[in-house]
């Protein structure tokens, strides 16, 4: 079984400038999350589709992050304008949706430098 | 609102000696409990989870956790660490549909 993907692996910005991350989640998976890790912290949940539809988005910055899941499989994770404290690995994760305690399965995660 | 905490930033163990790492946690409802496992550069890696049942759970690579409902903790355990354990570990607690991890704790065991 092909695990998540992601991509980039790695990428360095200025800051103000845009950046935009992609997923794969595990085929069958039909919720979706994109978690942010700051050096030194626990993953923290920015957002989490379930299928298409946006399930908490509650800790999304909405005014400079964006995320889209259009057809219900891969997604994006977009930052437009980038700032200095963006800068962290950004995971995404999947989970099947029937049952409701089965653990999440996460991708290496993006690594993103703001200078 | 739940919540997990990592009393310990960092674990030193000699190859070979039991491996201990603490988690507690504080959640309305019944708890359900993960850890997860992070190499370098690596994502998060699924050890082994409580949901209900025994206390003791059993997971990859060797690992164990000890589910302690009167204090709040689930301790991951491993009876003889081995060199390839050194990594970053998070508990990890979910109320409804939720996932909240803890700070992490890194584990390095010495040769």
């Known amino acids: 079984e092909a695990g998540v993907a992601q991509s980039p692996r790695y990428k360095i910005i200025e800051k103000r400038q845009s950046v935009a991350f992609w997923c794969n989640p595990i085929s069958g998976h039909a919720t979706l999350y994109w978690y942010q890790q700051i050096l030194g912290q626990g993953p923290k949940l920015l957002i989490q589709f379930q299928n298409n539809g946006v399930v908490d988005d509650s800790q999304l910055p909405k005014d400079r992050f964006s995320a889209e899941r259009l057809k219900g499989v891969d997604s994006t994770l977009k930052i437009q304008p980038a700032k200095l404290e963006d800068s962290a690995v950004y995971l995404c994760?999947?989970?099947?949706?029937?049952?409701?305690?089965?653990?999440?399965?996460f991708g290496p995660g993006t690594r993103l430098t703001v200078l | 609102a739940q919540s997990v905490a990592q009393p310990e930033d960092q674990v030193n163990v000699a190859e070979g000696n039991p491996l201990t790492v603490k988690c507690t946690y504080s959640v309305s409802g019944n708890p359900y409990l993960f850890w997860y496992v992070q190499y370098p550069n690596r994502g998060l890696q699924f050890l082994l989870k409580y949901i209900t049942g025994d206390n003791l759970v059993k997971g990859s690579y060797g690992f164990e956790a000890e589910f302690n409902k009167s204090q709040t903790s689930f301790h991951l355990k491993k009876p003889s660490a081995l060199v390839s354990d050194s990594a970053l570990y998070f508990c990890?607690?979910?109320?409804?549909?939720?996932?909240?991890f803890g700070a992490g704790t890194t584990v390095t065991v010495r040769a």
């Open positions: 990890a607690v979910r109320a409804g549909y939720k996932l909240s």
């Open positions: 994760a999947s989970r099947i949706l029937s049952g409701a305690y089965n653990e999440q399965f």
